[in-house]
């Protein structure tokens, strides 16, 4: 019997860039190839990479995409009642 041995993760050689797979990606972003695909087509996710056929995601890129969308906790709208709510008076 063959005892495999849990697989690690290695960091990228030095100025190697770190290429995920979508489903890697979509597994780093806790959401879905369906969802990565679609972001793609509207031009709305993380930069991807053609690499022959396949669509590869550069962590760097994964990690710079989220840091642009995190949201200041202080910032918010002066009047904002929430969704749905009436307009005060």
């Given at each position: 019997?063959?005892?495999v041995?849990?697989?690690?993760?290695?960091?990228?050689?030095?100025?190697?860039v770190e290429l995920l797979t979508a489903a890697e990606a979509a597994d780093y972003l806790r959401s879905t190839v369906h969802t990565l695909t679609r972001w793609r087509y509207k031009r709305v996710g993380p930069?991807?990479?053609?690499?022959?056929?396949?669509?590869?995601y550069q962590?760097?890129?994964?990690?710079?995409?989220?840091?642009?969308?995190?949201?200041?906790?202080?910032?918010?709208l002066s009047g904002s009642q929430g969704r749905g709510a009436a307009p005060a008076t």
């Open positions: 019997m063959t005892v041995a849990p697989l690690q993760e290695v960091a990228p050689a030095r100025g190697r930069p991807a990479t053609k690499v022959g056929a396949r669509v590869m962590r760097a890129h994964l990690d710079r995409w989220l840091e642009q969308r995190v949201q200041d906790p202080s910032a918010t």
